[in-house]
């Protein structure tokens, strides 16, 4: 089948005119023209143009706020707190994360909440925004029910994702993101889509019976990763940007929006570290003692988390982004609407 390849800027253009033309105010507009396009760029087909339907039945539906305008508390404390009113998750943490990282290198240690977004991004952009500071960070938030807990038989928790980021000095950040279901919702759908089977052990049907089949697993659950300790990483995700942060945990967002055809609203958690500030100038050099691990790591022939991403960058800004017929076909379709 015929592909075209487009240059960022032309997919920056083409995705920021669908989102502008379906009603999104500016601010939303190009936040999550970035993260999408990111996603393509990075060869993350699961938050890609592939989320844009989903932003725009969520929008069409009147469950996200097109304009709305996110609001930045701070009460003294290591906490910060930004409200997003509603809105995308993506514009609430820009307006976040540059005093996240100047709260983090004045304290050692600071945290962002952002409450009331709706949320469909990958995390991996915002560690970057914090590790491009020299700052360690994390990023976690809830999804809507769709994943059984370990030994469990229906959906509880959400795909909860977690990332993680360390800063290098003359390299790309060490940078892990991973759904703590065996796999994004976004890859069975995208299965589903090409009318292929699932991998073993992914997900279970209505009935709770194992089962490969895309439309199945969306009937029915997907399954945490790495069993009961996958399932215990999900439930801390639950409690700390859930309950703790005072939002809507999986089962709740389910409920509020009735669907999981839908973008899912709830909070997000992301906590920003000065490791210089950690180690105190203890056992030497942090920066320098992380290279050591990763080196040794890289020694046996293991490679980086994220390594697969900033090679596809490269590629994407060297030779451009190539999408299929389909997908610019898709593309059309919805500037076109
Ligand atoms: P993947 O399993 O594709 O990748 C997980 C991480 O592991 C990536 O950082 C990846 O790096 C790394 N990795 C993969 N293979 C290796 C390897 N062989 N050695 C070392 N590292 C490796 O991610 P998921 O499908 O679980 O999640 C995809 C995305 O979905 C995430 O970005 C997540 O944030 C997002 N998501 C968002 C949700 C939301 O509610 N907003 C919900 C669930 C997921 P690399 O990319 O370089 O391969
Ligand atoms: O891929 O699981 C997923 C997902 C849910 C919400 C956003 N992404």
Known sequence: MSETTLTLDELERLVGEILRKAGLSPLHADALTRVIVAGERDACKSHGIYRIEGCLRTLKAGKVIADAQPELTRDGSAILR???KGGFSCAAFELGAPVLAEKARALGL???VINDCTHFSALWPEIEAL????????AMCPSYASVAPAGGSAPLLGTNPFAFGWPRRNADPYVFDFATS????GEIELHRRAGTRLPEGWAIDASGAPTTDPEAALAGAMLPFGGHKGSAISMMIELLAGVMIGDLTSPEALE????????PAHGELILAFDPARFAQGRAGDPMARAETLFEALLGQGARLPSQRRFQARARARSEGIRLSADEMALLHRLRDL
Do not use: I, K, P, S
Not at 256 to 263: D, E, F, N
């Open 82 to 84: 930004v409200d997003a």
């Open 110 to 112: 600071a945290a962002l």
């Open 131 to 138: 590790t491009d500071q020299g700052l360690a960070a994390m």
């Open 182 to 185: 065996v796999a994004a919702r």
């Open 256 to 263: 509020a929006l009735g669907t999981t055809t839908l973008v």
